[in-house]
């Protein structure tokens, strides 16, 4: 009787320490997720701002500023245009 | 001496002494576990509220504002975190040196941070809207009564180009204009919230509950086309400043869809930087504001002559004399060709020949059509303060403002109706609805003329951008183009101002099969020339020549070079 109250008791022991143990791995678990999901938030509004620089710079009027003035570039006119029809159109 | 015998032993107490001590104890028990159940059990909201509070927090989740793109997914406007700095004037303490730097961080004067914190004892706001790391420098200063929250400001890296069309938001991260305002349920997040467990180093370890999602508001695509608004926004700026106009406005249509492609307006403004803003810059004529649009109408008058069969192109109108007289008005032209074709009278502008037409013909018929191609009502895009324009009851009209309106005076339209309403021709007697948002499926058109009327008018109105019409400036190289020119006098004070005009153009192109309608509008163009065919129809043509270019669509006319008639050949248009 004395034994395997002994043996239940140590049985008992080693589960609530299981318990406390897997508690806290799953907060640690927690707060590293925490983290990681703050990470992705920092990384979203990151991401945002690099849109918007991104858009900034390739605006258009910019873009075309740039070409203009400092690579000295032009609009081909009209009669140095060639126009290739995809084949679809051209069958018709 | 015996123990057992002492006498002490053998004096007896009475009974009742012990049993008086186990009552009081055993009540004292009872009096304890009643509290117990009481705290415990009966009323234990209290205690458990305070409990919690030590350990479980309620955390704010915030949502973004939706971004805004163009139809190539370049984005238009987004909403980056940024700080505000409050205070609580009463518990603000710091040294002299703490503010000095904090007044060099806000970019304040300390004598304007001293005056707002004497403002308020409870809550003032320092500044608002500061750049994070600007912030984070603020709050290592330390300073006690000093706080910070988080808002979202709003960017526009394409700035005044398409400031009228997008709007902004105000500092809570609300649309107060265009399409900012229009779709605010649409971009605006929902904020949520949920419950959290922290230990005492302030670290989250578990999630007790969601209280609410946050809900992230959604994306906007815009059917405008961020390469064409630019475009068409540098053409009316530079048409802008040459005919010193007071102000201008376009609009590009897809005729296929209905949706717009490029709308601009000036003066405009930076919405990235709103100080000094004027109510001027900030309407977006194109839609809001109306105007007599004068002779961009003549089409629609003769689109119903030739629907009711009162004429063809080539029936002759007898404009002879240039000039007619309807009670004691009389109406104009400016020049006098001898009797005209209805193909001329649209080719040439004449006001004579369109009221003939117009009088020939049932108030009830013109006021249809007029109706029917959405003149007088607003055209229902969802964007705030649309403008429908004026068309009164034909019942009321009388002769003259029969034959006035022919050539269209006497109502006004916006510079979006007039250009949807203009859809018609482009595509085979169709009206389509208007959609500021990119469509997939293009939407079924309302029959307004048979296709077979709209072959005519586009005739005609190739006719008008050739030599000998009103407009030749406007033609593209590479492309028929088809339009009509309108140069009206401005309304003033109940009656039309001597020297002030509209000058217009509206057009389609390539005229074999329309893909675009583009409509352009000068408001009091004073450097000299005022008419629509030489003030608005060169921002037209280079606006669809662009266009065209850049939507690819093949070219339907021989690239030969076009030469422009001498300044000042052009047929002057009736005014």
Redesign the interface.
């Known amino acids: 009787m004395a034994r395997i109250n002994l043996i239940l008791l140590a049985l008992l022991t080693a589960c609530a320490l299981g318990l406390v143990t897997s508690q806290h791995q799953a907060?640690k678990l927690?707060?590293e997720l925490?983290h990681e999901q703050n990470l992705a938030k920092q990384l979203e509004?990151e991401w945002?701002?690099l849109?918007?620089e991104?858009?900034?710079w390739?605006?258009?009027?910019r873009v075309?500023k740039v070409a203009r003035e400092r690579l000295h570039m032009s609009?081909p006119?009209?009669?140095r245009?060639q126009?290739v029809?995809p084949a679809a159109?051209a069958g018709r | 001496m015996n123990y057992a015998a002492s006498p002490v032993l053998a004096l007896r107490l009475p009974l009742w002494r012990s049993r008086l001590l186990l009552a009081l104890i055993a009540g004292g028990f009872l009096v304890l576990a009643g509290r117990a159940v009481y705290l415990q059990g009966l009323n234990n909201d209290f205690l458990q509220q305070k409990g919690e509070s030590r350990y479980s927090r309620v955390l704010e989740i915030s949502a973004n504002r939706g971004k805004i793109t163009d139809r190539h997914g370049e984005a238009l406007a987004i909403s980056t975190p940024v700080k505000s700095v409050w205070a609580i004037p009463e518990e603000v303490q710091y040294s002299s040196q703490q503010r000095a730097r904090l007044a060099a961080l806000l970019e304040l004067s300390p004598r304007e941070i001293d005056k707002r914190l004497n403002e308020a004892t409870a809550f003032v706001y320092l500044k608002r809207q500061i750049a994070p790391e600007v912030a984070e420098r603020v709050g290592e200063l330390r300073i006690s009564g000093l706080f910070q929250n988080r808002e979202y400001r709003r960017y526009y890296p394409g700035g005044e180009v398409m400031a009228q069309v997008l709007g902004f938001t105000g500092a809570d991260d609300a649309g107060q204009e265009g399409i900012e305002l229009a779709f605010q349920s649409t971009l605006a997040g929902k904020s949520g919230s949920r419950r959290v467990i922290k230990d005492r180093l302030g670290q989250i370890v578990e999630d007790t509950e969601s209280i609410r999602e946050a809900q992230n508001g959604r994306d906007l695509v815009l059917a405008l086309d961020a390469r064409l608004q630019n475009l068409a926004f540098s053409q009316l700026k530079r048409a802008v400043n040459s005919t010193k106009a007071k102000a201008g406005a376009i609009v590009v249509l897809d005729a296929k869809t209905g949706e717009v492609l490029a709308l601009a307006n000036l003066p405009t403004y930076n919405p990235n930087n709103r100080n000094r803003l004027a109510g001027a810059q900030l309407r977006n004529r194109v839609i809001t504001d109306t105007f007599e649009p004068g002779s961009t109408l003549k089409p629609f008058t003769v689109a119903v002559a030739i629907e009711q069969g009162k004429a063809t192109p080539a029936s002759v109108i007898a404009t002879a004399g240039g000039s007619l007289s309807i009670g004691k008005a009389t109406i104009h032209d400016a020049h006098r060709f001898g009797d005209m074709t209805v193909a001329q009278v649209i080719q040439r502008s004449s006001n004579v020949g369109a009221a003939k037409i117009a009088l020939s013909l049932p108030a009830e018929a013109m006021w249809g059509m007029f109706d029917q191609v959405g003149f007088g009502a607003a055209p229902r895009l969802g964007f705030p303060g649309e403008a429908g324009g004026k068309l009164r009851a034909y019942k009321s009209w009388r002769p003259i403002e029969q034959a006035t309106m022919a050539y269209g005076h006497g109502i006004s339209v916006s510079l979006l109706q007039l250009a949807r309403a203009y859809t018609i021709f482009a595509r085979d007697g169709e009206l389509m609805p208007l959609s500021l948002l990119r469509i997939d499926t293009p939407p079924v058109g309302k029959q307004v003329i048979s296709a077979a009327t709209a072959h005519k008018l586009r005739d005609m109105l190739e006719l008008a951008v050739q030599p000998g019409g009103t407009a030749p400036r406007a033609r593209v190289m590479g492309y028929r183009v088809a339009g009509k020119t309108g140069t009206a006098h401005k309304e003033e004070n109940g009656g039309y101002a001597e020297r002030k005009y509209v000058s217009s153009f509206v057009g389609l192109a390539p005229a074999s099969d329309p893909r675009l309608v583009i409509a352009v509008m000068l408001d009091e163009p004073s450097a000299g020339e005022y008419y629509g065919g030489v003030v608005a129809a060169p921002v037209f043509s280079a606006v669809m020549g662009g266009a065209l270019r850049m939507l690819g669509v093949p070219p339907d006319a021989p690239l030969n070079p076009l030469e422009l008639p001498p300044e000042g050949s052009e047929i002057k248009e009736s005014v």
């Open positions: 907060r927690f707060a925490e509004v945002g701002q849109q918007l991104q858009s900034t390739a605006m258009h009027a075309e609009v006119d009209a009669r245009t126009v029809l159109a």
